[in-house]
């Protein structure tokens, strides 16, 4: 069943992406030789403390960490460690959530650490350009799989492939929530938008094949071929004005991050 909220409902989750907005802003300047992931774990889990937040990734479903940290060719589900550290050149995948007075809100960007090379700056474009893609389709009255399509017509139109195995999702007093959310499709299927749906969108781009495996831990997801990956999302209302980026400051402007 797909939860449509009220506005009191969407104005508690805007607060609760505010900080989830805060926190990505603030780990992305933190990307430097050396640091650990596990140091923008803490760095993360703390920053949601601060302002009355917690950290909705740790312990769900027996996830170790506060912040899922994906580096290269990992694509989502990172662990975060104390022996991993960035290298000047990796893109790394930042993925946060948090819960807020009983309501949640989830997104990710991917970030270089340093300059890195041209095809990575590229691969992370255009699945930055495939989340704005997507996130224009949010109105109400469009189909679920009009995001789908949004994503994968702009992923592969640039020689991408997009991930099938994990898919954007519902959220709302519950971190996943119907409907589930698939990066690719064809326009014009599934059910209608509604105002009041909220989906957090999260396209997963990869620069050789969609093919993908779990790594021992259990949790990191990896491209089978040892390709880049790239990860972008934000938590989005379905409104009669269009779609509401929750997961930002409502006088933000320009591309999606």
Sequence with gaps: MIVIKSEAELEKMHRAGLVVYHVLTELRTMLMTGITTRDLDAAAEEMAREQGARAAFKGYMGFPGSLCTSLNSEIVHGIPSPRRRLRVGDIISLDFGVECDGYYADAALTAPVGATTPEREELMRVTRDSLDRAI???????????????????AEGAGFSVVREFVGHGIGTKLHEEPQL????????????????VLAIEPMVNAGGPQVRVME??????????????????????????PWILTRPRDATGPCW
């Design 217 to 242: 831990d259990k949790w990191t997801a990896v491209t089978s071929d040892s390709s880049d990956s790239a990860h972008f999302e934000h938590t989005i209302a379905v409104t009669a004005n269009g």
């Design 182 to 197: 698939p990066n690719y499709g064809e326009p014009g299927q599934g059910p209608k938008l509604r105002e009041g749906m």
């Design 136 to 154: 224009e389709q949010v109105r109400p009255g469009n189909r679920l799989s009009d995001i789908s399509a949004a994503v994968q017509q702009c």
